[in-house]
Every structure is written in C-alpha cells, then in structure tokens.
C-alpha cells in the first residue's frame, strides 16, 4: 500500500472496494447474511481504496466514482426487481391491512 498511491493505477482501489459490493449486494439481494466482521474488514478495504484513489489523476478518479456509482445502481435495481423482494412486501402490504 504505501507503493501503490505512486502508481496511477485504476485497478487496485477497484480491487480494494470490490468485496464492499459483492457483501452489500449478496446481502441487499437476499442471497446471504452479512456480519460486523465482515463489514469490519470490507469498510477498512473501502477505506483504504478511498485513501489511496486520492493521490489519483482526476480521470483516474472519475472513472473509479463512476464505476463505484453504476455498481451501486445495478445492485439496488436487481435487489427492487427480485421476486422475493416483491412477494415479501406483497405479504407485507397484506399484513399491514
């Protein structure tokens, strides 16, 4: 790591928050449950993606914020589209009266 903000190198703080979306978006679609461990060590990995992106071009750090962005929106777009989702609020809607 202290390498690394040398070089301008997009694919390690992408490398670096990819298990931040894979825990989000497992957990966010339902597939599994996460934990403080879990989210422990992804967040410190969020954070030193972060730390490390600052010292990036600023083209550098677009294309990191806007990959970061439109996994974010596809994650939570599959999560409203998943049919359990849409059954557990039906039951939900259903209970509430």
Request: charged letters at 15%; proline letters at 3%; aromatic letters at 8%.
């Amino acid at each position: 790591m202290l390498v690394a903000p040398t070089l301008d190198n997009l694919l390690i703080p992408w490398l670096l928050a990819l298990p931040v979306f894979l825990d989000w978006g497992t957990q966010k679609l339902r597939l599994r449950e996460s934990s403080n461990k879990l989210r422990l060590v992804t967040g410190f990995m969020l954070g030193a993606a972060s730390a490390l992106a600052q010292s990036m071009s600023a083209i550098s750090k677009v294309s990191i914020l806007t990959s970061y962005v439109a996994m974010s929106v596809f994650i939570i777009h599959s999560s409203r589209l998943s049919s359990s989702t849409l059954v557990e609020e039906k039951s939900y809607k259903a209970r509430l009266g």
